[in-house]
């Protein structure tokens, strides 16, 4: 069983819509994130999210946000897409949150392309 | 603000030689390293990592060694393998706000060559 799936793998979209990507994970864990990975490849955090608490990266625009409806999902609606918003999104989760001092288990990434 | 610099950004070795990855941090108070692989197409990877309370861990071809005090940590792999090949990255959980956040080096992309 896969243990963090995001849905969808791979998403094509116009400027100015709005998209969903959703993220369950099946090992119990306390804490979400989402990070977005840019065409460099560098990794960033954009959220956190544990027990209802939610800590927001400050450089993350309003148009993200995260959505749980129960402690195993985490979605992320984006409003008004725009070019730069074109990355690979990454959802991951972790026993302990806010020390973060386990290992976080990624899901396989969402490539947002915005045209 | 806090921070993590890793190097190279890129890594040729032949198959069989060793590959080293370096990272430095920003946050005296961070205390758990962890390093992670990422293939192709795929989400990163744990593949080691190492606390606060000891200078080295082994897991057959990988070791991790971490300097305090020097607030630097290595990745060590020997004999390296085709399969090695991908992006590695190291991370640390930094200070945001009232907790802290995991954050990632640029990453390095290791080939190795046959």
């Known amino acids: 069983d896969t243990a963090v799936s995001q849905t969808p793998k791979y998403l094509v979209t116009q400027m100015g819509n709005d998209k969903s990507i959703k993220c369950e994970q099946n090992?119990?864990?306390?804490?979400m994130y989402w990070y977005k990975q840019d065409s460099k490849k560098f990794l960033k955090i954009m959220f956190s999210y544990n027990n209802k608490e939610l800590i927001i990266n400050e450089t993350v625009p309003n148009r993200f946000s995260p959505k749980s409806p129960d402690k195993a999902h985490l979605n992320l609606h984006i409003n008004s897409l725009e070019l730069g918003d074109s990355a690979v999104y990454f959802c991951?989760?972790?026993?302990?949150?806010?020390?973060?001092?386990?290992?976080?288990?990624f899901g396989q990434g969402t490539r947002l392309t915005v045209v | 603000g806090e921070n993590v610099e890793q190097h190279p950004s890129t890594l040729s070795v032949q198959e069989g030689d060793s590959a080293v990855i370096k990272c430095t941090y920003s946050d005296s108070a961070s205390n758990y390293f962890p390093w992670y692989k990422q293939e192709l197409g795929k989400g990163p990877q744990l593949i080691i990592d190492?606390?606060?309370?000891?200078g080295e861990k082994k897991d057959q071809r990988i070791a991790v060694t971490l300097n305090k005090t020097a607030k630097h940590f290595s990745l060590h792999i020997t004999e390296t393998q085709p399969e090695d090949s991908a992006v590695y990255f190291c991370a640390a959980p930094l200070s945001s706000g009232s907790a802290r956040q995991l954050t990632f080096g640029s990453g390095t992309q290791l080939t190795v060559l046959p």
């Open positions: 991951a989760s972790s026993q302990v949150g806010w020390q973060m001092n386990t290992e976080a288990f």
């Open positions: 090992l119990g864990h306390d804490t």
């Open positions: 190492i606390r606060s309370n000891v």
